[in-house]
């Protein structure tokens, strides 16, 4: 009987030790900065890990070019700065579970 117990209290402490790891990678995405780019560069936006946006930086020639293509350009850096955050995201989250896929819908932190 005590053998059960023993186990039930190794695995609160597993889930303690993964909401603990857990909790300390979402303050690392939180903090992360990430930079997404358009245009070969013409237009890049810097982002943190929370999605807000911290600087968008155009290029003077899209000036030049027609409206429609520098909210392009900006949609496709805002974009890429947010396809850089949910990889960087995935990958610490990957190293929380040490790779176990959760089940859908349920995220970490708890």
């Known amino acids: 009987m005590f053998g059960k117990l023993g186990d039930l209290g190794n695995l609160m402490k597993q889930a303690q030790n993964m909401q603990d790891r857990a909790k300390k990678a979402q303050e690392?995405?939180?903090?992360?900065?990430?930079?997404g780019e358009a245009g070969g560069g013409l237009?890049?936006?810097?982002?943190?890990?929370?999605?807000?946006?911290?600087?968008v930086e155009i290029a003077d020639s899209v000036f030049g070019d027609d409206k429609e293509m520098c909210?392009?350009?900006?949609?496709?850096a805002l974009n890429n700065a947010n396809e850089r955050i949910?990889?960087?995201?995935s990958?610490?989250?990957k190293k929380v579970t040490n790779g176990i896929p959760l089940p859908p819908g349920m995220n970490l932190p708890f």
């Open 91 to 93: 990958d610490k989250m």
């Open 43 to 55: 237009v890049k936006v810097t982002m943190t890990g929370d999605h807000l946006v911290t600087k």
């Open 86 to 89: 949910r990889e960087f995201a």
């Open 28 to 35: 690392e995405i939180s903090a992360y900065v990430a930079q």
């Open 71 to 76: 909210e392009d350009l900006l949609v496709t």
